[in-house]
């Protein structure tokens, strides 16, 4: 394949009403080169933001593409520009550390339908010079990979080494998966599914729909409103944490403790310390997030099916495959259990898939993969490092504990 060259610059600046003006790398896609998008519809122009850590090899067969989870984005490895915390997965990626960008070329991008630097609601729509709102096309997670694709071969990447990635991260490594066999060496999906629950659905509606009951959602159009709806996002995220915890991590960390308090206040204030728990995180979500970002991204979870997407069966997506797989799962998810791992597994086991699959002892929840877990740590480092020996990586080294 012959890559045009890379176009990389700072993100654009933004309207007034979009707050997010992240300090990445920016791949634009004029017009001549637009994205088909699974709705029938093609998005043209975008852009894709993204970050990178590490050293691309001279053949070009090192690069790991992350992809990030449902609230997540390219900062990875990175301070965010917003909340100036450290990346979402600084303890994984890094100089010595389990995906080490001393050995591997790390790529992390911004999901399309996100509000990180890539094309999504909250951009301007060429037709109107507007914010898209609303008439932004509803984009699924094939939509999501095919613009990550057209990055890659930007960066002028035949073949990926590894695609990583947990949660929708991890519905994306699948899609890669079977999209794209012949360009991915090693896929790791971790706490995910190969289609999206009927409960999990449920519990996305009712974020949509304390996102779209907020006054100040006005339609959708609240950018030209100089509005945010604060308290409908903020409830989305407080629905949503909780399905991202368990009940034995939220026993132990809040019990029945109270806040601030000796005594309750037999009021509707934040009596139970973790009533003030789910409410701080409910409000500096709304200071990173645009709303409906987190409506298009939800319906794109919702929409993701690849057993449908392949007559009903899902080995049909991976066969003739030659990639290494490396399935991981937590014994305390509820949002996506063991048995959802299981059934990735036992598709690839059909199509005599090279698979291994470790379900790790956590008492974190889903959140586990974004905690500091030793046997999860440990068995990245170990798959990547076997994967890397075996394909002949430079430099790779024996697996270490």
């Known amino acids: 394949m012959t890559a045009a060259p890379t176009e990389t610059m700072p993100a654009p600046a933004r ?6 003006n992240p300090s990445s790398e920016v791949a634009h896609f004029d017009a001549s080169q637009p994205l088909k998008l699974a709705c029938q519809q093609v998005l043209a122009p975008f852009t894709i933001a993204y970050k990178t850590h590490g050293s691309l090899n001279p053949d070009k067969s090192n690069a790991i593409l992350i992809c990030h989870a449902l609230t997540g984005d390219q900062h990875v490895a990175d301070n965010n520009p917003l909340t100036q915390k450290p990346g979402w997965w600084e303890t994984l990626v890094g100089p010595g550390k389990p995906i080490d960008t001393t050995q591997f070329f790390v790529i992390c991008s911004n999901v399309i339908g996100g509000c990180m630097g890539s094309t999504g609601p909250a951009s301007i729509n060429p037709l109107t010079q507007q914010p898209y709102g609303l008439d932004f096309p509803v984009i699924t997670i094939g939509d999501m990979v095919e613009a990550q694709r057209r990055l890659i071969d930007r960066l ?3 073949q990926l080494f590894a695609v990583v990635g947990g949660s929708m991260g991890g519905m994306q490594v699948l ?11 090693a896929a790791v999906p971790i706490a995910t599914a190969a289609w999206h629950t009927s409960q999990n659905i449920a519990f996305h509606e009712v974020g949509r729909q304390a996102v779209m009951a907020d006054p100040d959602w006005c339609r959708g159009n609240y950018y030209a409103a100089g509005k945010t709806p604060r308290n409908g996002l903020s409830v989305a995220r407080m629905a949503a944490h909780i399905t991202y915890l368990s009940e034995d991590a939220l026993q132990q960390k809040f019990g029945r403790s109270l806040q601030d308090r000796s005594e309750v206040t037999f009021s509707f204030s934040a009596d139970f310390q973790v009533e003030s728990y789910l409410r701080y995180q409910g409000s500096t979500f709304v200071d990173r997030f645009d709303a409906n970002s987190y409506l298009y991204i939800t319906r794109a979870m919702d929409y993701f099916d690849l057993r449908d997407d392949h007559g009903g069966v899902l080995a049909n997506a991976f066969r003739g495959t030659k990639t290494r797989f490396c399935v991981v799962s937590f014994t305390s998810d509820w949002l996506y259990p063991t048995r959802e791992s299981r059934a990735i597994v036992q598709a690839l086991n059909a199509v005599a898939a090279n698979v291994s ?5 956590s008492d974190k929840g889903h959140d586990a993969f974004l905690l500091y877990e030793p046997t999860f740590f440990a068995t990245i480092r170990g798959f990547l490092n076997a994967a ?4 002949g990586l430079p430099g790779s080294t024996e697996a270490q504990q």
Request: aromatic share 14%.
């Open 156 to 158: 002028g990447i035949d």
């Open 388 to 391: 890397a020996l075996k394909r």
């Open 357 to 361: 699959f470790v379900e790790i002892e």
């Open 15 to 20: 309207q007034p009403s979009e707050v997010h």
């Open 175 to 185: 899609e890669w998966a079977s999209r794209y066999k012949d360009r991915v060496y």
